[in-house]
């Protein structure tokens, strides 16, 4: 029996986030919220580079959409731009293992986040495999 989502075209969004530090927030559209990753270096685009993903909260579906500023004093305060949207199959979805495939104007190809428990809670790599 397949895994819940796997196979099935769902939005994916990665935001430029200029906080405290300039960083990349992944969100893959499951279960009916945008399960979201900080990316400190980005999301690499050529197969080889790994780069470290820490998980954070959920986000609505409507934040997929957002582009601004999140004011002083906030969570996240700072200036939030759309680098890069489109859609993602997943492949498989267990655990401490997730498989996509992204179809973005920048993010395209097979992608791997594997949970990297020996770096801490909430830790993974996000590397590009295909």
Known sequence: MAHSGVGKERTFV???????????????????????????????????SKRLAIQVDDHPLEYAGFEGTIPEGEYGAGTVRIWDSGTYEAISWEGGKIEVIFHGKLLSGRYALVRFSRAGEGQWLIFKTG
Request: aromatic letters at 6%; glycine letters at 8%.
């Open 14 to 48: 990665v935001h430029e986030h200029h906080a405290r530090r300039l960083h990349y927030d992944l969100r893959l559209e499951k279960d009916g919220v945008l399960k979201s990753w900080a990316v400190p270096k980005g999301i690499p685009l050529e197969k080889g």
